[in-house]
């Protein structure tokens, strides 16, 4: 496959940022990557690494960081957004001062917005102008940053309004390590990535309480019938969910030690409190900020989410996490196909 070699930026110099931007390199693009920080920019720069996010890879050439927004947004006609969920809006209010033409915005983060409820795509076209925003594409699937700098097999999944832009994107991306598919169903793509951040949490705490493979794989089976359940209420195509951003990405975030919400949730089960598992980290954890959306969302839809609300008693209430599971696990009797049918019959509903 011939790629067109274009000149990109990455904007967030963290570990997904670059090991995205290491990937665009590999295809012979000559990336941006915008950093916070001088000494960071230097260690690009002049040493190919960025040590704090990716200790001991090297970092091709054609990878030059910056502090400055505006050389960044220089001549480009993509970019690539990879900052978390909270900072997104002050990061595009800040690319609106420098930007007057028409961008292909590439958002791979996930999370959806507390208090607002939006999509982080809803977020891009409240805050970005038609006349600017060309397209906003996301990039999401069973991805963690260290094995794509590694260059380890890994597959994810595109989605967009415009197909065609998004097929373009796929093309920036695809080499023979990193295969991209297309999906039309972003709400799917974007509500499958966010809402297995829950789910990965939840494991965690599982974990960090002692519990073994069976818990684990209950919850995120039973996960994963969450997630359906909401994201086709908010108008997504249950198929999606048994995909790459759905079942694929909800396996690799719940049970991999490069997983941040796992980590946390260990750390929670083991007994730590919420502030300090945050400090520990030392890096967002997604599915903190995600638990309160889906907690608000579950009421807006009126839609069960015993996971996702025990969590929430758990981070925002301070429920002891193995009262929590108690509380599971004494739930009413169910009848797990009755629920599936009632899931395959609100996309008929919607059809």
């Known amino acids: 496959m011939t790629i067109k070699q274009e000149k990109l930026t990455v904007i967030g110099a963290g570990s997904w940022g670059t090991a995205l931007a290491l990937v665009l390199a590999d295809n012979g693009h000559e990336v941006t990557l915008l950093s916070r ?7 690009i720069n002049t040493e190919h690494r960025n040590s704090k996010y990716l200790p001991d890879i090297s970092l091709p050439e054609n990878i030059v960081a910056t502090t400055s927004l505006e050389e960044a947004l220089e001549g480009i006609e993509t970019v690539i957004v ?71 097999p890994t597959i994810v999944t595109v ?15 695809m080499n023979q390590n990193f295969r991209v598919y297309t999906n039309p ?29 069976n818990a684990k794989a209950a919850l995120i089976t039973r996960g994963l019938a969450e997630i359906s359940r909401l994201g086709t209420k908010m108008g997504a195509n249950p198929l999606t969910f048994s995909g790459l951003t759905g079942v694929g990405d909800l396996i690799v975030t719940c049970t991999s030690v490069h997983s941040r919400n796992w980590r946390a949730g260990h750390m929670l089960g083991q007994g730590q409190n919420l502030e300090d598992v945050l400090q520990n980290m030392g890096m967002i954890v997604e599915g903190v900020r995600t638990t309160k959306a ?37 739930r009413l009797k169910k009848n797990e196909m009755e629920e599936l ?6 996309q008929m509903e919607q059809s």
């Open 294 to 330: 889906a907690y608000q969302l579950a009421q807006k839809y009126h839609c069960q989410m015993p996971i996702a609300e025990m969590l929430y008693h758990v981070l925002f209430n301070r429920v002891d996490a193995k009262e929590a599971v108690e509380r599971l696990m004494g």
């Open 37 to 43: 920080n001088d000494s960071q920019k230097q260690e």
């Open 185 to 213: 169903d972003l709400i799917g793509v974007e509500i499958g990535g966010a809402l297995k951040n829950i789910i990965a949490l939840a494991a965690g705490v599982s974990d960090g309480l002692g519990f073994g493979d």
């Open 82 to 152: 990879a900052v978390p969920t909270k900072a997104i809006r002050e990061q595009l209010r800040a690319i609106l001062k420098f930007q007057q033409k028409p961008l292909v915005f590439v958002h791979v983060s996930k999370g959806i917005e507390p208090d607002t409820l939006l999509r982080i795509s809803e977020i891009f076209e409240q805050e970005v102008p038609k006349s600017i925003l060309k397209e906003i594409v996301a990039l999401s699937g069973p991805s963690h940053a260290e094995e794509v700098s590694l260059r380890h």
């Open 159 to 173: 989605s967009a309004k415009n197909m065609e832009i998004a097929e373009n994107v796929r093309d920036l991306f």
């Open 341 to 346: 049918v009632d899931i395959l019959s609100a």
